[in-house]
């Protein structure tokens, strides 16, 4: 259940980073993979815990990443837990 909620809202999310306060694209992030990752969509989509949560700056429910695996292509682009995931 959770890989299946992970892979629907992969799809279409934008990752904002709170600590840095800059917008990532999943989909631009998910293209710096590399030839293998890609290979495995829900592999990749594994590889990042989300939990919901709400924005404190705008109260929408978002989120918030509770776990990335070491190497992933997430850990890589600078993402950390604590960061939000918004649609």
């Not at 259940?1 to 809202?9: D, E, F, G, P, Y």
């Not at 904002?16 to 590399?34: D, G």
């Not at 829900?42 to 939990?51: D, R």
Request: net charge positive.
């Amino acid at each position: 259940m959770k890989n299946l909620i992970n892979l629907i809202l992969g799809i279409s999310l934008i990752l904002c980073s709170v600590t840095k306060a800059e917008i990532k694209s999943l989909t631009n992030i998910m293209a710096k993979a590399n030839i293998e990752e890609k290979k495995d969509l829900p592999k990749l989509l594994e590889q990042i815990t989300l939990v919901p949560t709400n924005d404190p700056k705008t109260n929408k429910t978002v989120m918030k990443i509770t776990g990335i695996h070491k190497g992933s292509v997430y850990e890589r682009e600078g993402l950390k837990v604590g960061d939000l995931v918004s649609q």
